[in-house]
Nanobody
């Protein structure tokens, strides 16, 4: 059974930084795409960062220049460095992994940006 365990969420003031991490454990093979999504109350889940097996990244304009995604293929881990956080970044953040024909989601970690 595959599990994605996220860590690093919390409360931060506007302008602050947080680093999210997600570790995949269990029988997971041939990871292709890894990403982070977020969902704020009353809104749809949206992609905030993605990274391919070869390291190609993609970000929406709302976080470009502030968020950085990275991955460690040997450790089946993906990180999201979030800088210059804004109140609009407040949401539950979910880790996502596509491996072979399967898709996996983490349980979510709350990020709250508030003074």
């Amino acid at each position: 059974q595959v599990q994605l365990v996220e860590s690093g969420g919390g409360l931060v003031q506007p302008g602050g930084s947080l680093r999210l991490s997600c570790v995949a454990s269990g029988s997971i093979f041939d990871i292709n795409y890894m990403g982070w999504y977020r969902q704020a109350p009353g809104k749809q889940r949206e992609l905030v960062a993605g990274i391919s097996r070869r390291g190609t990244t993609n970000y929406p304009d709302s976080v470009k220049g502030r968020f950085t995604i990275s991955r460690d293929n040997a450790e089946n881990t993906v990180h999201l460095q979030m800088n210059s956080l804004k109140p609009d970044d407040t949401a539950v953040y979910y880790c996502y992994i596509a491996a072979m024909e399967y898709e996996y989601w983490g349980q979510g970690t709350q990020v709250t940006v508030s003074s």
